[in-house]
């Protein structure tokens, strides 16, 4: 722990102030910033009883909770090796049947945002609090649906984040990261600073159960990459590497419109294949199974059966879901995009920098 003290020493004009700094043995060489000492997953791990017994109201907790339909679930599109899905309906009924509930190793789910967005078949424009009694009833069915060692990540921008944040803590989830997409397609506009990015937010069962696999999404660093720095090259492993940090954007990572290469047309919101790689690299192993409860265009499933993941879709629109199982069906299109370097790549790099 750092500990910056000022105190006034003196009651002359020229009041000193002694600055003292003093450091814990944890962290000597960081006074002051952003770190923490402990790490910011101890921070939450702390909280995490007190916020599940904490007395906390949202708006959408006055409204009535869905009430799931009953019946047989089918898939509406299937297919073997490795197991892919995808159902046509509304997650929150689909959820809640669903066999593999309990057993689902990652989520990832991109809602929709409530912005009369003229979807296929969904409508876009509840009342607040239908909204938010939407957003918990959906969640809560993401998280009975995985398995203890399973990470859920949400896609959502800012009007919304701060109450899904709230929902999952109070449900005894850990918040792991607090990532950001940055796109620079936000809409011009002079009322207020324009909007560039959507929250990424990392939510797990069991912090130090949960599936993460750091080695395979590294990326380079700035060490290797900008400042030619020896020190990143002196390492023991992953010379030249390191863990993305939780902003994100760059290359592949904007918008998927006009002639991409990626593009699906008639699809809203369609996130790069790239951020979905990169989700599902770190968040899952081969043959794990990986579902998204509001599949669209079908990116979620086809990056997971890219990696050999098992995977589940779900979507509102059977015309959305047929256009998801096609592109399923043809594949990636940047396949190994967010997946990390070799070391001879960053000394390459390193190289032609000096
Ligand atoms: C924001 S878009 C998802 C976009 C997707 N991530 C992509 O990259 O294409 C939301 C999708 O959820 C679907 N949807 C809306 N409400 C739904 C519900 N209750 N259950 C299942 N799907 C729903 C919409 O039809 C739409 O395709």
């Not at 904007?254 to 294949?273: D, V, W, Y």
Request: hydrophobic share 35%.
């Amino acid at each position: 722990m750092v500990y910056l003290v000022c105190s006034s020493s003196s009651p002359d004009a020229h009041t000193r102030y002694n600055l003292q700094l003093m450091s814990s043995p944890t962290e000597p060489n960081r006074p002051g910033g952003y770190a923490l000492p402990t790490g910011a997953l101890q921070a939450q791990r702390r909280a995490k009883r007190e916020l599940e017994q904490a007395d906390i109201h949202l708006l959408g907790d006055a409204a009535k909770p869905h009430e799931p339909t009953k019946g047989r679930l089918k898939a509406a599109h299937s297919a073997r090796n490795p197991n892919t899905r995808v159902y046509v309906g509304d997650c929150r009924d689909v959820l809640a049947k669903l066999p593999e509930r309990g057993e689902v190793d990652l989520i990832f789910a991109d809602p929709p945002f409530n912005w009369d967005v003229p979807y296929e078949s969904w409508r876009d424009g509840m009342s607040r609090a239908e909204y938010e009694r939407f957003t918990f009833d959906w969640l809560d069915g993401c998280i009975e649906a995985l398995s203890p060692t399973g990470s859920l990540w949400v896609n959502i921008p800012d009007d919304t984040a701060a109450e899904i944040v709230l929902h999952l803590k109070r449900r005894g989830l850990t918040m792991i990261n607090w990532c950001v997409w940055h796109f620079r397609f936000g809409q011009n506009r002079d009322s207020s600073f324009i909007m560039s990015k959507v929250h990424a937010l990392y939510f797990a069962k069991d912090p130090d159960q949960r599936i993460w696999n750091p080695e395979h999404i590294m990326e380079l660093s700035d060490r290797a990459s900008v400042y030619a720095d020896p020190r990143t090259m002196a390492k023991d492993q992953n010379k030249g590497l390191r863990l993305p940090m939780d902003v994100w954007y760059g290359k592949y990572w904007g918008r998927i419109q006009g002639n991409n290469k990626e593009r699906r047309h008639q699809h809203h919101n369609q996130i790069p294949e790239v951020y979905l790689e990169r989700v599902i690299l770190a968040c899952s192993n081969e043959g794990d199974l990986v579902l998204d409860p509001f599949l669209g265009s079908g990116g979620t499933c086809t990056v997971a059966k890219a990696w050999g993941r098992r995977s589940i879709g779900i979507e509102h629109s059977a015309v959305n879901a047929k256009s998801a199982w096609e592109r399923i069906q043809a594949g990636m299109v940047r396949q190994g995009a967010a997946v990390t370097p070799t070391e001879e790549a960053s000394l390459n790099r390193r190289r032609r920098s000096d």
